[in-house]
């Protein structure tokens, strides 16, 4: 199973960028799908998640800005990051969880997620 992280790069305080996540060797259609950012020293951090029945949760400093997306027919998330700020700056990760996580909190948590990423840089200057 790989999940392959796409789309980050580089861009002015304010712009937009579309990260995609593509799932291969097995489908994720029941299964929660997230993205999380770990910036220089820091932990990694929840920042989006999704549920199998398209529920949506996100952390608050990036509710209004960010959509988390699904494509079951295709096996990708998107996350589509607008109004961005150089605290969004960060190696971003997409993960997947083998089970329904249906909660908030569930959602947050990095150790209910199975499989992961190569992780994509998103750098915002100022």
């Known amino acids: 199973v790989q999940l392959q992280a796409s789309g980050g790069g580089l861009v002015q305080a304010g712009g937009s960028l579309r990260l995609s996540c593509t799932a291969s060797?097995?489908?994720?259609?029941?299964?929660?799908q997230a993205w999380f950012r770990q910036g220089p020293g820091n932990e990694r951090q929840f920042v989006a998640a999704?549920?199998?029945?398209?529920?949506?949760f996100y952390a608050d400093s990036v509710k209004g800005r960010f959509t988390i997306s699904r494509d079951n027919a295709n096996n990708t998330i998107d996350l589509q990051m607008n109004s961005l700020k150089p605290d969004d700056t960060a190696v971003y990760y997409c993960?997947?969880?083998?089970?329904?996580?249906?909660?908030?909190?569930?959602?947050?948590?990095?150790?209910?997620?199975?499989?992961w990423g190569q992780g994509t840089q998103v750098t915002v200057s100022s």
């Open positions: 999704i549920t199998w029945n398209k529920n949506t």
């Open positions: 993960a997947a969880s083998r089970s329904r996580i249906t909660s908030y909190q569930g959602s947050r948590d990095l150790r209910l997620y199975t499989y």
């Open positions: 060797g097995r489908t994720f259609g029941t299964s929660t």
